[in-house]
């Protein structure tokens, strides 16, 4: 289960923050085989003066439309992590057209007891879920 935070710039439509989290998560699952109903995502938007990245380091040529993607995940390997940035630039570039240079990613790994998806369970430690 990831919990996915989005951030750009404001001034998107709303067909395009839709097609967007749409995107991502077709990424999650094409690349993480995710289920379809395991979605959750949070959308944050910034005046440009609150939102500030470095248009060129590592050789990237990132404009004003990029898109920031923070992932709070259970551990995964490191080639299931390449492939999803593989999936991410495919999927968001034919729509909602994002191009690969502006697609941000970075994944942070937690530990299957620190969910809780309600009840104060820590529902991935159940036996039932524990592979």
Request: proline share 5%.
């Amino acid at each position: 289960m990831p919990l996915v935070h989005i951030h750009l710039l404001k001034g998107k439509t709303p067909k395009y923050i839709r097609n967007l989290r749409d995107g991502i998560h077709q990424a999650l699952q094409n690349a993480w085989k995710i289920p379809s109903n395991d979605r959750f995502q949070l959308v944050s938007e910034y005046k440009k003066d609150h939102f500030h990245f470095d248009k060129t380091i590592w050789g990237v040529k990132r404009s004003d439309n990029l898109i920031a993607i923070y992932i709070t995940s259970s551990p995964r390997t490191e080639a299931m992590k390449k492939k999803l940035y593989r999936e991410l630039v495919k999927v968001l570039g034919e729509s909602p057209k994002v191009r690969k240079e502006d697609i941000f990613v970075t994944i942070v790994t937690v530990g299957r007891e620190d969910w809780s998806f309600g009840n104060g369970i820590a529902h991935l430690t159940l036996p039932s879920l524990t592979p």
